[in-house]
């Protein structure tokens, strides 16, 4: 099993709509919990981190379910510049903690 | 503030050619450093991470080697470049104890 777990996607859906999606881990010990956005061929830059009582930072929305082992982004009143790939990353505990792991991405189209 | 530098930002090389891909950070000291590759369409794969000079953890075994002759210098090679070794590069740094990434440019290897 792969440590860190994306729906490839793609998910098409047209401005305004809502979207969400998830991503799961297999170390029940992992403690932080972030998403990427990475546009084309670009570096992936920080979007938000996930606390555990969940977060909120505009239309967008993280979630971290421990009992499930998954986070998940929720994107609100979805713009035609959110388009991009939406990674998520785990840093495991104890002697791996400098080990940052990305998921493989979900790839969001935005279409008008 | 600080910065991170990475190049080049394009490099074409033949296979069985030497690699060197150099990665440097100003503004911060004893920064964790991290080389990713992302094939085309795909998520980020961890190379290799450093949490101080001389320290390197390999998570793939492949044809690649890094080193960090000093501390804010990261340094990604190759003696002989496979195809397969193709891809975009992206070094990284973050604060120790913090998780947050901060993303070089790039660099876009193609092997042929």
């Known amino acids: 099993r792969k440590e860190v777990e994306q729906d490839p996607g793609p998910f098409n859906v047209p401005e305004g709509a809502t979207v969400a999606f998830n991503c799961t881990y297999s170390?029940?010990?992992?403690?932080?919990f972030f998403w990427y956005r990475q546009d084309c061929r670009k570096e992936p830059k920080l979007l938000m981190s996930?606390?555990?009582s969940g977060n909120e930072d505009g239309r967008f929305t993280a979630q971290l379910n421990r009992a499930s082992q998954y986070i998940s982004l929720l994107i609100r009143d979805s713009k035609l510049s959110d388009s991009a790939t939406y990674l998520c990353v785990v840093r495991p505990v104890g002697s791996s903690a400098s080990k940052i792991i990305f998921g493989s991405g979900t790839r969001l189209s935005i279409r008008p | 503030s600080q910065t991170i530098h990475q190049w080049p930002a394009t490099l074409v090389q033949p296979v069985g050619s030497p690699l060197s891909l150099e990665c440097t950070v100003e503004?911060?000291?004893?920064?964790?450093l991290y080389w990713y590759r992302q094939a085309a369409g795909r998520g980020l794969q961890l190379l290799f991470y450093?949490?101080?000079?001389?320290?390197i953890s390999s998570e793939v075994p492949q044809n690649l080697s890094a080193s960090r002759p000093q501390d804010r210098q990261f340094i990604l090679s190759s003696k002989k470049l496979l195809l397969s070794d193709s891809g975009f590069y992206l070094c990284?740094?973050?604060?120790?104890?913090?998780?947050?990434?901060?993303f070089g440019s790039g660099t876009q290897l193609s092997v042929l």
């Open positions: 503004g911060t000291s004893n920064p964790n």
């Open positions: 450093s949490v101080g000079i001389g320290q």
């Open positions: 990284a740094w973050s604060v120790r104890g913090v998780e947050k990434l901060f």
């Open positions: 170390n029940s010990a992992s403690q932080s």
């Open positions: 996930v606390y555990s």
